[in-house]
């Protein structure tokens, strides 16, 4: 079956970094996408991954390991505002587009 | 670029009439657009990917009578709840799919649907 597994909630420290781990066991995969969406809004889009590695936008990162089905977003220098939800979405194989998503980690950042 | 709307932004309705939701791709052309639902503090939930020209394809478990996806132009895709009931109170929220070779979804705003 498809799966995508993310920790529930995180707490971190305005000023510290972050790491919000992702692993993955999907039939097919065509790429990793991360997501942030405040209460009440639209996801917005973070990052996308389709090759080993680390992919970074300032503060923000993303790493992805396929072999280990594993990606984690990063997050430097945390500020208040980046208290959302962070979704981790798998692209399906094939032609159809879907996204498979994981439940979401909500992160609260304390001052 | 790669902004999508979502009309209305928030609507309440009587438990059995219907409601159409229109979502537009502003600036781009989307051949292929997504409807997602949405509970509190819970991830989004696919229900059907909406092709232009051609019929949605529904997720397991979701009424194509009741949840009817009209892709009728490359910029427009509408979602009408039929016979609304208040366990369809919900937040409703579409995505477009980008021209870029990633194939990044853009989101609409959302519409949050109250059913009395």
């Known amino acids: ?12 420290t305005e000023g510290a970094i972050v790491q919000i781990n992702c692993t993955y ?3 097919g995969f065509n790429g990793l996408f991360w997501y942030q969406q405040h209460a009440g809004e639209a996801p917005t889009f973070l990052s996308y991954n389709v090759l080993d590695g680390l992919e970074e936008k300032g503060r923000f990162s993303s790493f992805l390991s396929r072999s280990k089905g594993y990606s ?3 997050l430097k220098e945390l500020q208040m505002k980046d208290s959302a939800s962070y979704l981790c979405a798998v692209r399906d194989a094939g032609n159809n587009r879907k996204l498979i998503w994981g439940l979401g980690t909500s992160l609260a950042v304390n001052p | 670029g790669a902004v999508v709307s979502q009309h209305p ?22 051949t292929t657009m997504f409807w997602y639902r949405q509970f509190p503090k819970k991830s989004l939930m696919l229900m059907a990917t909406s092709n232009e020209g051609s019929k949605a394809t529904y997720e397991q478990g979701v009424e194509k009578d009741k949840f009817l996806i009209n892709h009728a132009s490359l910029t427009l895709s509408t979602l009408t709840v039929t016979s609304a009931h208040p366990e369809d109170s919900s937040f409703y929220i579409c995505s477009a ?16 649907l109250t059913v009395l």
């Open chain 1, 1 to 12: 079956g498809q799966n995508i597994d993310q920790p529930t909630e995180m707490t971190a």
């Open chain 1, 25 to 27: 066991q999907t039939s």
């Open chain 1, 72 to 74: 984690y977003l990063l």
């Open chain 2, 9 to 30: 932004s928030r609507v309440i309705c009587k438990s059995g009439t219907s409601v159409k939701i229109e979502c537009r791709s502003l600036d781009f052309q989307a």
């Open chain 2, 97 to 112: 799919v980008g021209t870029s070779g990633n194939d990044e979804q853009f989101f609409g705003p959302g519409t949050r």
